[in-house]
């Protein structure tokens, strides 16, 4: 069966039957064995999400909350998690199966694309609105949250418009409140807020400037539109990604002028940024909800990882985090207890292992570009199938590879084993396939077919993102469909170390350690492939039995 992106097709209205096809998914998913935040006495720990799911939102529709995050050039795109309490999460799909325009995103496009998008449910139908920093704002819409999504439509066309997120006023009208990219719009450190059809999928009007922040708010961006007892609200970050706070804007008129205030910050937390994200609240729960807000601490090579604090409001305004002081302005939780939903959910996280034993591959994996020609079948018989693919022209590397399937860094401290064969085109030489650590350098073990056979290779490439070349060091041979097991230990730090086995027991370590390093605005990730130099009418492949990650012993 040929390998395309499986999105559900179920049009369920009522907020109670959405939950339940989420949770029926939730149910289905092992449980990571690297990292899991629920502690299981009522508290949880930070993140909640321990991988790079950037820029989040999120919404909530009856019990049930729908988070969604940047994926860049990844696709699919767009990738939607679902909980009941805001510390469990499952992955239950993307709503972008290509990413258009499509040709555009047949080559790799490092750094674009889905930019920080914003998700909300209104009149039935869930509303994503995502940034192309290049291209414009889209929107997609879906009655449901694992599909089908509509295909995206350009609500405003144009460079450097980027973290839209909409407001349906309680007049009828629509709004549309947006940041600015400098590397492509010329300005940034402003907001603006726009005018939309009743539709909510066209732009109107050439908006406001609602917020100016060079001053004391330096790139201040992501910023998130909602109304609280007659004031509007933006939520937005400044200061930048690694170093900056999260601000709150108030005012009584839509287009201001705005308060401004400080609503939390690092703090004595270590935790850097605290960066851009969402509030939501709880279903009340004997006549009281509760209000919480997930963010994002850049981790360097771990990417974007999601944390969730706990939010009050005080004066009209909200205080995120613990308020140590008593000044009205809260810094991360490092533990905390879990938000009170009425009930206790089962464990849940986001799926890492895949043994390749579906019809499907696993919702984890992403492509390098939008899939061209036939890359991969998926199979009953227990395994993933990559056919060697033609390399673009003249590439050095496999950072403009578009078919390498990767995955995030699921941990600080992890072991990836998979298992494979190969069987390359015996008229051709040079097919590759293998794993890898992969970010603006990479490292990894190959296959390698050759006029004798096929070499095992360590394989290193500093600053792959400057086309520099790769280096090679051939540490074995191996027999055509011979089974191999090659395996990645990440330490602390990113610190990768390979290895590799012949009976999946004894395994010999290659090579130096590797630092991994962070890609175009995402962290590392761990990736397969099989790829080809030259064209032909036929090609080799590689059958990938399982892929596995595991504790560090």
Same mark, same amino acid.
């Given at each position: 069966?040929?390998?395309?992106?499986?999105?559900? =097709?179920?049009?369920?209205?009522?907020?109670?039957?959405?939950?339940?096809?989420?949770?029926?998914?939730?149910?289905?998913?092992?449980?990571?064995? $690297?990292?899991?935040?629920?502690?299981?006495?009522?508290?949880?720990?930070?993140?909640?999400?321990?991988?790079?799911?950037?820029?989040?939102?999120?919404?909530?529709?009856?019990?049930?909350?729908?988070?969604?995050?940047?994926?860049?050039?990844?696709?699919?795109?767009?990738? &939607?998690?679902?909980?009941?309490?805001?510390?469990?999460? =499952?992955?239950?799909?993307?709503?972008?199966?290509?990413?258009?325009?499509?040709?555009?995103?047949?080559? /790799?496009?490092?750094?674009?694309?889905?930019?920080?998008?914003?998700?909300?449910?209104? @009149? +039935?139908?869930?509303?994503?609105?995502?940034?192309?920093?290049?291209?414009?704002?889209?929107?997609?819409?879906?009655?449901? #949250?694992?599909?089908?999504?509509?295909? *995206?439509?350009?609500?405003?066309?144009?460079?450097?418009?980027?973290? #839209?997120? *909409?407001?349906?006023?309680?007049?009828?009208?629509?709004?549309?409140?947006?940041?600015?990219?400098?590397?492509?719009? %010329? &300005?940034?450190?402003?907001?603006?807020?726009?005018?939309? @059809?009743?539709?909510?999928?066209?732009?109107?009007?050439?908006?406001?400037?609602?917020?100016?922040?060079?001053?004391?708010?330096?790139?201040?961006?992501?910023?998130?539109?909602?109304?609280?007892?007659?004031?509007?609200?933006?939520?937005?970050?400044?200061? %930048?990604?690694?170093?900056?706070?999260?601000?709150?804007?108030?005012?009584?008129?839509?287009?201001?002028?705005?308060?401004?205030?400080?609503?939390?910050?690092?703090?004595?937390?270590?935790?850097?940024?605290?960066?851009?994200?969402?509030?939501?609240?709880?279903?009340?729960? @004997?006549?009281?909800?509760?209000?919480?807000?997930?963010?994002?601490?850049?981790?360097?090579?771990?990417?974007?990882?999601?944390?969730?604090?706990?939010?009050?409001?005080?004066?009209?305004?909200?205080?995120?985090?613990?308020?140590?002081?008593?000044?009205?302005?809260?810094?991360?939780?490092? /533990?905390?207890?879990?938000?009170?939903?009425?009930?206790?959910?089962?464990?849940?996280? #986001?799926?890492?292992?895949?043994?390749?034993?579906?019809?499907?591959?696993?919702?984890?994996?992403?492509?390098?570009?939008?899939?061209?020609? &036939?890359?991969?079948? =998926? =199979?009953?018989?227990?395994?993933?199938?990559?056919?060697?693919?033609?390399?673009?022209?003249?590439?050095?590397?496999?950072?403009?590879? *578009?078919? $390498?399937?990767?995955?995030?860094? *699921?941990?600080?401290?992890?072991?990836?084993?998979?298992?494979?064969?190969?069987?390359?085109?015996?008229?051709?030489?040079?097919?590759?396939?293998?794993?890898?650590?992969?970010?603006?350098?990479?490292?990894?073990?190959?296959?390698?077919?050759?006029?004798?056979?096929?070499?095992? $290779?360590?394989?290193?490439?500093?600053?792959?993102?400057?086309?520099?070349?790769?280096?090679?060091?051939?540490?074995?041979?191996?027999?055509?469909?011979?089974? &191999?097991?090659?395996?990645?230990?990440?330490?602390? %730090?990113?610190?990768?170390?390979?290895?590799?086995?012949?009976?999946?027991?004894?395994?010999?370590?290659?090579?130096?350690?590797?630092?991994?390093?962070? +890609?175009?605005?995402?962290?590392?990730?761990?990736?397969?492939?099989?790829?080809?130099?030259?064209?032909?009418?036929?090609?080799?492949?590689?059958?990938?039995?399982?892929?596995?990650?595991?504790?560090?012993?």
């Amino acid at each position: 069966m040929k390998y395309y992106f499986i999105a559900g =097709t179920l049009t369920l209205m009522a907020a109670d039957a959405i939950g339940q096809v989420a949770t029926k998914s939730q149910t289905t998913q092992p449980i990571s064995k $690297v990292w899991v935040s629920d502690l299981g006495n009522g508290q949880y720990k930070n993140p909640v999400l321990n991988a790079d799911y950037s820029d989040p939102d999120v919404c909530r529709v009856g019990d049930d909350f729908y988070l969604i995050s940047s994926s860049f050039d990844a696709v699919p795109g767009l990738p &939607i998690l679902h909980s009941k309490d805001l510390v469990n999460w =499952t992955l239950i799909g993307h709503a972008l199966h290509r990413q258009p325009p499509i040709e555009h995103f047949e080559k /790799t496009q490092h750094g674009n694309g889905v930019w920080a998008p914003a998700i909300r449910f209104h @009149n +039935g139908e869930f509303y994503i609105y995502y940034p192309d920093p290049d291209f414009g704002i889209y929107l997609t819409k879906a009655k449901n #949250p694992t599909g089908p999504w509509s295909e *995206p439509v350009l609500v405003e066309g144009g460079k450097g418009l980027i973290d #839209p997120c *909409p407001l349906w006023d309680d007049d009828g009208k629509v709004y549309l409140v947006h940041g600015w990219a400098g590397s492509r719009a %010329g &300005i940034k450190s402003v907001l603006t807020v726009k005018k939309m @059809n009743t539709a909510g999928d066209k732009v109107t009007d050439e908006g406001v400037l609602v917020y100016d922040g060079h001053v004391i708010d330096p790139t201040v961006e992501g910023p998130k539109f909602h109304k609280r007892n007659g004031y509007y609200y933006i939520f937005a970050p400044a200061g %930048g990604v690694s170093t900056g706070w999260q601000i709150v804007l108030r005012s009584k008129n839509v287009y201001g002028p705005y308060e401004r205030k400080v609503v939390m910050d690092e703090g004595k937390s270590g935790i850097n940024g605290p960066h851009q994200g969402a509030w939501v609240d709880t279903k009340p729960v @004997n006549g009281k909800s509760e209000d919480w807000f997930l963010h994002f601490q850049d981790k360097d090579e771990y990417g974007r990882v999601v944390h969730l604090q706990p939010m009050k409001w005080v004066n009209d305004w909200p205080v995120i985090g613990q308020d140590v002081d008593g000044d009205g302005k809260g810094e991360p939780v490092l /533990t905390y207890k879990k938000p009170n939903v009425g009930k206790t959910f089962p464990l849940a996280t #986001p799926p890492e292992s895949d043994e390749f034993n579906s019809v499907a591959f696993g919702k984890q994996w992403q492509w390098q570009a939008n899939p061209k020609g &036939i890359w991969s079948f =998926t =199979t009953a018989q227990g395994f993933l199938r990559l056919y060697s693919y033609k390399a673009p022209e003249a590439t050095k590397n496999l950072w403009t590879v *578009p078919n $390498v399937l990767m995955q995030k860094f *699921p941990a600080e401290e992890f072991i990836a084993t998979t298992k494979l064969s190969f069987t390359p085109n015996t008229k051709l030489e040079n097919e590759r396939t293998g794993l890898v650590v992969i970010g603006q350098s990479y490292a990894g073990i190959f296959l390698k077919s050759d006029k004798d056979g096929i070499s095992i $290779v360590q394989v290193t490439c500093k600053n792959a993102h400057e086309d520099k070349p790769e280096k090679e060091n051939v540490i074995g041979r191996l027999k055509s469909g011979e089974p &191999i097991f090659l395996r990645v230990k990440v330490n602390k %730090g990113g610190k990768s170390q390979f290895s590799y086995s012949r009976d999946g027991n004894t395994f010999e370590t290659v090579g130096e350690v590797f630092q991994a390093e962070v +890609g175009r605005w995402i962290g590392a990730k761990l990736g397969i492939f099989c790829t080809r130099e030259s064209q032909t009418n036929d090609s080799g492949y590689a059958d990938y039995d399982w892929f596995r990650v595991e504790p560090v012993q």
